[in-house]
């Protein structure tokens, strides 16, 4: 049971103090069970929840863990959905979320701002559900570091910047490859932008050229013989 000046996640709320335990004060609340009432750190309002409330409520992370976190974020498993179609993409950023779980949400940050990082270079369209869980995310997870290093959550992408310059969209580990989120945002491109992203290993090498395997063989070769055609187009 937590106490009073506690600092905890609470599901979708995110990061709250509790403020007391007692009976909810309502007029039509018997007065029989008992509530934590919390304070949301980052927006206004109280929050009442039983004590033995079903929705996800844990302490946060320590000081030393979330520089563990911070200090090991290229070493992250990645985060994303195992099979195409938006359903499926949305159940599983949905999961991510619900669990509140640091870890997971830096690595499904870490992965939509990378593919987004490609569409916009190569000029094609963002995923307006990956923009939607994303935010989700970065509230939770910046909001939950901040609470644990006592400093503003907008402070938290600088902080990290210290440590890993190119935070949220690169880390090491990738260098200056390009995803294999490319096949993705070009599946989601001709789908209106609502097709998200799945794992896929969906690039082939020829010769000097990657050529990513987004529809079919003929499209691999058609672009293999514009590479022969035109020497420029290697890089």
Same mark, same amino acid.
């Given at each position: ?5 506690? &600092? ?26 008992? /509530? ?39 070493? $992250? ?27 997971? &949400? ?26 939607? /869980? ?6 939770? $997870? /910046? ?27 690169? &880390? ?64």
């Amino acid at each position: 049971m937590f106490a009073a000046g506690d &600092l905890v996640v609470y599901g979708g709320e995110g990061v709250c103090r509790v403020e007391s335990i007692g009976p909810s004060g309502l007029a039509y609340d018997g007065g029989d069970k008992v /509530y934590y009432h919390l304070s949301p750190l980052y927006r206004g309002g109280t929050v009442m929840t039983p004590v033995d409330t079903a929705v996800l409520m844990r302490p946060i992370i320590s000081r030393d863990c979330a520089l563990k976190l911070i200090a090991a974020l290229p070493a $992250l498993p990645e985060q994303k959905p195992a099979e195409r179609g938006m359903r499926a993409a949305k159940d599983f950023y949905h999961q991510l979320v619900l669990r509140c779980d640091c870890a997971e &949400l830096a690595a499904m940050i870490h992965g939509i701002c990378r593919k987004r990082a490609w569409a916009l270079r190569h000029g094609k369209k963002v995923s307006q559900m990956d923009e939607r /869980y994303l935010k989700r995310a970065e509230d939770q $997870l /910046y909001g939950e570091l901040a609470a644990a290093l006592d400093m503003p959550r907008d402070q938290m992408i600088p902080y990290i910047r210290q440590t890993w310059a190119k935070w949220p969209e690169q &880390l090491p580990k990738q260098g200056q490859e390009e995803p294999a989120e490319a096949a993705e945002v070009e599946e989601a491109d001709r789908d209106g932008g609502s097709r998200p992203c799945f794992n896929s290993n969906s690039y082939q090498t020829f010769g000097a050229e990657r050529v990513y395997s987004v529809h079919s063989e003929r499209r691999e070769q058609a672009y293999v013989r514009m590479a022969a055609a035109d020497p420029d187009r290697r890089q």
